[in-house]
């Protein structure tokens, strides 16, 4: 704030920071940010429903079907595709792990490219486009080895999107924002858990045979198409950044910059180059708290891999329905208030004893165990509000967590003749069948 005189009365002059700092802000300029004012405060409220209003419906939307994608190959399993393709339960089970070998390798290189290149939507766009034709194609393989092949290949495109998207909503949303809309973009997941093997069930049910094509075949055709539309709105509708989004005032896009500038007390810019990114990946690699929320992640993954309840199939899609939209709905709000308090370990941790509890009665148990979910949002935010700057570091740790989250899936779907032998004393002493026993051990039950 500086006084001028005028007509020998001393008048305040109020300097912003835009008014002063330029395009490339320091850290130690950016220390110097104070809070919004009043009328960015409007502006900024405006904005954000404008990010909500396009952003997160698209980024939903296509996770949805992301979800459905790397899951038909269960519920194909249902309608001949093991038969068919005359594999083996070993066979099922590889093709079950293979596609999280692909999605694990990818996700680093593939968040450093989508930071260098800055093209959130055609990269993002390209890449669900990508992930379409593959399951589309998936649907005239023949063999074994060619259903592995169209698998793998799937877990490598599909890797981009997942972390691509964490690292683009932290690039709009500060952190007291960040965990209701992480959430709200997993629930996409949640609705698939949901719906998604019912709508299978259903595309199946009525197109065996159809042109002379197995049922199973049909729902490749059908969700793989259905990816490429949303490929297509992705490349073409989803904003890039605020620096670029043209439906921005200026105004608004000098808000969206500097509200999370003052949320980190830093800009968030990269040094530039190729070489930002290398560095970038080196900084998250030597932060210890990368490691610490990648098996954090890791434990989520692996304790969420209970499945159905042993009853006939519709009835038991049915009945899973309930606990997911239940679910849907707590997260949101755990994740709300999550931001609210400014608070990510107490929200990480209350689900973990509900969880844990959730062997009780069958139906009831996954109520509790479904808890699991909510701790994902949470988990989401923490890494983006603990590795914030710079973006490459944000993007580097953001992959690195998922992959080594997500390779639980690996190790949680192969079944060795061990495992099968604990399975059946364990199914022998509870006086139930092999599946029911899969399914408390995927349930936190004991294995004997």
Same mark, same amino acid.
């Given at each position: 704030?500086?006084?001028?005189?005028?007509?020998?009365?001393?008048?305040?002059?109020?300097?912003?920071?835009?008014?002063?700092?330029?395009?490339?802000?320091?850290?130690?300029?950016?220390?110097?940010?104070?809070?919004?004012?009043?009328?960015?405060?409007?502006?900024?409220?405006?904005?954000?429903?404008?990010?909500? %209003? =396009?952003?997160? $419906?698209?980024?939903?939307?296509?996770?949805?079907?992301?979800?459905?994608?790397?899951?038909?190959?269960?519920?194909?399993?249902? &309608?001949?595709?093991?038969?068919?393709?005359?594999?083996?339960?070993?066979?099922?089970?590889? *093709?079950?792990?293979?596609?999280?070998?692909?999605?694990?390798?990818?996700?680093?290189?593939?968040?450093?490219?989508?930071?260098?290149?800055?093209?959130?939507?055609?990269?993002?766009?390209?890449?669900?486009?990508?992930?379409?034709?593959?399951?589309?194609?998936?649907? &005239?393989?023949?063999?074994?080895?060619?259903?592995? %092949?169209?698998?793998?290949?799937?877990?490598?495109?599909?890797?981009?999107?997942?972390?691509?998207?964490?690292?683009?909503?932290?690039?709009?949303?500060?952190?007291?924002?960040?965990?209701?809309?992480?959430?709200?973009?997993?629930?996409?997941? =949640?609705?698939?858990?949901?719906?998604?093997?019912?709508?299978?069930?259903?595309?199946?049910?009525?197109?065996?045979?159809?042109?002379?094509?197995?049922?199973?075949?049909?729902?490749?055709?059908?969700?793989?198409?259905?990816?490429?539309?949303? *490929?297509?709105?992705?490349?073409?509708?989803?904003?890039?950044?605020?620096?670029?989004?043209?439906?921005?005032? $200026?105004?608004?896009?000098?808000?969206?910059?500097?509200?999370?500038?003052?949320?980190?007390?830093?800009?968030?810019?990269?040094?530039?180059?190729?070489?930002?990114?290398?560095?970038?990946?080196?900084?998250?690699?030597?932060? #210890?708290?990368?490691?610490?929320?990648?098996?954090?992640?890791?434990?989520?993954?692996?304790?969420? @891999?209970?499945?159905?309840?042993?009853?006939?199939?519709?009835?038991? =899609?049915?009945?899973? %329905? $309930?606990?997911?939209?239940?679910?849907?709905?707590?997260?949101? @709000?755990?994740?709300?208030?999550?931001?609210?308090?400014?608070?990510?370990?107490?929200?990480?941790?209350?689900?973990? #004893?509900?969880?844990?509890?959730?062997?009780?009665?069958?139906?009831?148990?996954?109520?509790?165990?479904?808890?699991?979910?909510?701790?994902? @949002?949470?988990?989401?935010?923490?890494?983006?509000?603990?590795?914030?700057? $710079? #973006?490459?570091?944000?993007?580097?740790?953001?992959?690195?967590?998922?992959?080594?989250?997500?390779?639980?899936?690996?190790?949680?779907?192969?079944?060795?003749?061990?495992?099968?032998?604990?399975?059946?004393?364990?199914?022998?002493?509870?006086?139930?069948?092999?599946?029911?026993?899969?399914?408390?051990?995927? *349930?936190?039950?004991?294995?004997?």
């Amino acid at each position: 704030m500086e006084k001028h005189m005028e007509n020998g009365v001393a008048h305040k002059e109020v300097l912003h920071d835009h008014d002063v700092l330029g395009k490339d802000v320091t850290r130690e300029q950016a220390m110097h940010f104070g809070a919004l004012t009043e009328e960015e405060l409007v502006i900024e409220k405006k904005l954000r429903r404008k990010i909500d %209003a =396009l952003v997160m $419906p698209i980024v939903v939307s296509v996770y949805l079907m992301n979800y459905i994608d790397r899951n038909n190959y269960a519920a194909a399993k249902l &309608q001949g595709l093991v038969e068919e393709l005359d594999m083996t339960p070993a066979d099922y089970q590889t *093709g079950l792990s293979v596609l999280f070998v692909g999605y694990v390798l990818m996700q680093v290189p593939s968040n450093a490219v989508l930071n260098y290149v800055g093209r959130p939507s055609w990269y993002i766009g390209f890449f669900t486009l990508l992930w379409g034709l593959v399951s589309l194609v998936t649907s &005239q393989v023949q063999s074994y080895k060619s259903i592995i %092949a169209a698998r793998f290949v799937l877990g490598l495109v599909e890797a981009p999107f997942f972390p691509g998207v964490l690292f683009y909503l932290s690039k709009w949303y500060t952190k007291k924002e960040l965990n209701f809309r992480m959430a709200l973009f997993y629930s996409g997941s =949640l609705v698939s858990g949901a719906f998604g093997s019912l709508i299978a069930a259903g595309i199946l049910s009525g197109l065996k045979g159809v042109r002379g094509l197995s049922a199973w075949r049909w729902l490749y055709i059908i969700e793989g198409s259905t990816t490429m539309v949303l *490929g297509l709105v992705v490349i073409f509708f989803l904003p890039d950044f605020p620096d670029t989004w043209k439906k921005l005032s $200026p105004e608004e896009r000098h808000v969206a910059n500097r509200r999370l500038a003052i949320d980190a007390a830093e800009a968030d810019v990269d040094i530039g180059g190729a070489m930002s990114q290398v560095q970038g990946i080196k900084l998250a690699f030597t932060d #210890p708290k990368t490691y610490v929320l990648a098996l954090g992640y890791h434990g989520i993954t692996g304790a969420a @891999g209970f499945q159905t309840l042993g009853f006939a199939n519709i009835p038991s =899609l049915l009945l899973c %329905a $309930p606990p997911y939209i239940f679910m849907v709905f707590w997260s949101l @709000g755990h994740s709300h208030m999550s931001d609210k308090l400014g608070n990510r370990f107490w929200f990480y941790m209350y689900p973990v #004893p509900i969880v844990l509890v959730g062997f009780g009665a069958r139906y009831f148990s996954l109520f509790l165990l479904v808890f699991i979910f909510a701790m994902n @949002g949470t988990i989401y935010a923490w890494i983006a509000n603990s590795i914030p700057r $710079p #973006p490459a570091k944000r993007a580097a740790a953001l992959a690195f967590i998922n992959s080594v989250g997500n390779a639980a899936s690996i190790w949680d779907t192969e079944l060795t003749e061990k495992d099968l032998k604990r399975l059946r004393k364990t199914a022998e002493v509870e006086g139930i069948d092999i599946a029911a026993a899969r399914q408390l051990q995927k *349930g936190y039950r004991y294995l004997i």
